[in-house]
């Protein structure tokens, strides 16, 4: 099994490029954004209190979006590997996937971390707006947060898996194509690599 982490900020592309990458290697794609949104969607106690947090962007309670993740994990036995989109966002978060991967005897094999300035995500996330129908994505104070959000709890992530030598950096700006070549680069070279 091999597994993988899309890293980056809000609006760094992880949700799309996530897309392209599960139909290429088969991977089991794990997204929290997606599960709390159908949270949201099915009107549960859950989504409701997601929805409130998420409007401000802010994070949502690190034993929710775990608890979510470990049933996830549960419920798909055998997969070739997971991608990781939009968790872990904190350390907290990090350190529990590390122990349930470990229990079912894996581990990240890579952590890519998408590169966008600032001005570029704060654009894409208003022209997302247009047709996303999401309350978290028309207010530039709203994104202005979610980015300091990401700045002081979710940076850590990246580092807490440096320290294994685990994070490869990739440049976010350009065609959705060429990202795209861009990280397949980075995983095939990893996935061949022995463990
Ligand atoms: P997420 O659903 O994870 O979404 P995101 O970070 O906003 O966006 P993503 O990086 O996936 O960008 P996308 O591909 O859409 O999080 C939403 C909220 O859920 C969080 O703020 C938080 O409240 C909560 N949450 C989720 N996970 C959590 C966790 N683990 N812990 C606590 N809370 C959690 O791309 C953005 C836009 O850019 C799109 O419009 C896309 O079309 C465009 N785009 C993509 N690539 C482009 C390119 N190359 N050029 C130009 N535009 C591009």
Same mark, same amino acid.
């Given at each position: 099994?091999f597994?993988?982490?899309?890293?980056?900020?809000?609006?760094?592309?992880?949700?799309?490029?996530?897309?392209?990458?599960?139909?290429?290697?088969?991977f089991?794609?794990?997204?929290?954004?997606?599960?709390?949104?159908?949270?949201?969607?099915?009107?549960?106690?859950?989504?409701?209190?997601?929805?409130?947090?998420m409007?401000?962007?802010?994070?949502?309670?690190?034993?929710?979006?775990?608890?979510?993740?470990?049933?996830?994990?549960?419920?798909?036995?055998?997969?070739? *590997?997971?991608?990781? @989109?939009? &968790?872990? #966002?904190? /350390? !907290?978060?990090?350190?529990?996937?590390?122990?349930?991967?470990?229990?079912?005897?894996?581990?990240?094999?890579?952590?890519?971390?998408?590169?966008?300035?600032e001005?570029?995500?704060?654009?894409?996330?208003?022209?997302?707006?247009?047709?996303?129908?999401?309350?978290?994505?028309?207010?530039?104070?709203?994104?202005?947060?979610?980015?300091?959000?990401?700045?002081?709890?979710?940076?850590?992530?990246?580092d807490?898996?440096?320290?294994?030598?685990?994070?490869?950096?990739?440049?976010?700006? *350009?065609?959705?194509? @060429?990202? &795209?070549? #861009?990280? /397949? !680069?980075?995983?095939?070279?990893?996935?061949?690599?022995?463990?």
């Amino acid at each position: 099994m091999f597994n993988i982490i899309l890293f980056g900020p809000p609006g760094s592309g992880k949700g799309t490029q996530s897309e392209k990458l599960i139909d290429r290697y088969g991977f089991k794609h794990l997204s929290t954004g997606d599960l709390l949104r159908s949270e949201i969607a099915n009107k549960t106690p859950l989504g409701l209190e997601a929805k409130s947090l998420m409007d401000k962007g802010q994070l949502v309670p690190d034993e929710v979006v775990i608890g979510m993740i470990d049933s996830a994990l549960d419920a798909n036995p055998g997969v070739n *590997g997971f991608l990781f @989109d939009g &968790f872990p #966002r904190t /350390t !907290a978060q990090a350190e529990a996937l590390d122990k349930l991967l470990s229990l079912k005897k894996s581990e990240i094999g890579v952590v890519v971390a998408l590169q966008v300035p600032e001005e570029e995500l704060i654009s894409r996330m208003l022209n997302r707006a247009k047709t996303s129908g999401r309350s978290d994505d028309a207010d530039e104070q709203v994104q202005r947060n979610r980015l300091s959000v990401y700045t002081r709890d979710t940076l850590p992530v990246a580092d807490h898996y440096r320290t294994y030598g685990k994070v490869e950096e990739v440049v976010g700006l *350009g065609s959705i194509e @060429d990202i &795209f070549g #861009r990280l /397949t !680069a980075v995983i095939d070279s990893k996935k061949g690599a022995p463990a």
